[in-house]
T-cell receptor
Framework: AQSVTQLGSHVSVSEGALVLLRCNYSSSVPPYLFWYVQYPNQGLQLLLKYTSAATLVKGINGFEAEFKKSETSFHLTKPSAHMSDAAEYFCAVKLGNTGKLIFGQGTTLQVKP | GAGVSQSPSNKVTEKGKDVELRCDPISGHTALYWYRQRLGQGLEFLIYFQGNSAPDKSGLPSDRFSAERTGESVSTLTIQRTQQEDSAVYLC?????????????FGEGSRLTVL
């Protein structure tokens, strides 16, 4: 069965530091992978997605993620954290051709001044 | 409308009452999803509608939960005989369809509190 695991429910970084949010997936077929972000008191929005075109995917607000098949990972990174990046981040995998998305448990990113 | 619309935005009910939550997807989107987000937890898949196909109900937690969708438009999630553990934010999302690479467009959710 396809699933995603996010390592670390809470991550805290200083402003200007590297952001690394971890996501590992389990899939028997080439997956479609996504990162969604939920800012406080807002709905979820798509940050970026991997659809097999390129292994390094760039998203909004300076975030990017790299698909590594050998490690079954799709970690989210940003070189320099900003206070406005404080939010909850969800990794998700699309199941086959069904369109159904399964989400990880989420990681809350805290950015300290 | 421009986005996914959910109502009510907040609902407080007493244990044992029935509640209905409504979702208006983006016009033209054939796929519609319901998720549940409990406080401090991730998104729990509930049900998925794709066009006229039979819905995927595999995530519904009990027979107290049901959902309907009229054609490719409005959906209603019904929770009967609510329990305190049903308290959560119920999120609706839509997408253009199965051929889509999977981007979902979310509403802002309906916050349900069961007293």
């Amino acid at each position: 069965a396809q699933s995603v695991t996010q390592l670390g429910s809470h991550v805290s970084v200083s402003e200007g530091a590297l952001v690394l949010l971890r996501c590992n997936y389990s899939s028997s077929v080439p997956p479609y992978l996504f990162w969604y972000v939920q800012y406080p008191n807002q709905g979820l929005q798509l940050l970026l997605k991997y659809t097999s075109a390129a292994t390094l995917v760039k998203g909004i607000n300076g975030f990017e993620a790299e698909f590594k098949k050998s490690e079954t990972s799709f970690h989210l990174t940003k070189p320099s954290a900003h206070m406005s990046d404080a939010a909850e981040y969800f990794c998700a995998v699309k199941l086959g051709n069904t369109g159904k998305l399964i989400f990880g448990q989420g990681t809350t990113l805290q950015v300290k001044p | 409308g421009a986005g996914v619309s959910q109502s009510p935005s907040n609902k407080v009910t007493e244990k044992g009452k029935d509640v209905e939550l409504r979702c208006d997807p983006i016009s033209g989107h054939t796929a519609l999803y319901w998720y549940r987000q409990r406080l401090g937890q991730g998104l729990e898949f509930l049900i998925y509608f794709q066009g006229n196909s039979a819905p995927d109900k595999s995530g519904l937690p009990s027979d107290r939960f049901s959902a309907e969708r009229t054609g490719e438009s409005v959906s209603t999630l019904t929770i009967q005989r609510t329990q305190q553990e049903d308290s959560a934010v119920y999120l609706c999302a839509s997408s253009p369809g199965r051929s889509n690479t999977g981007e979902l467009f979310f509403g802002e959710g309906s916050r349900l509190t069961v007293l």
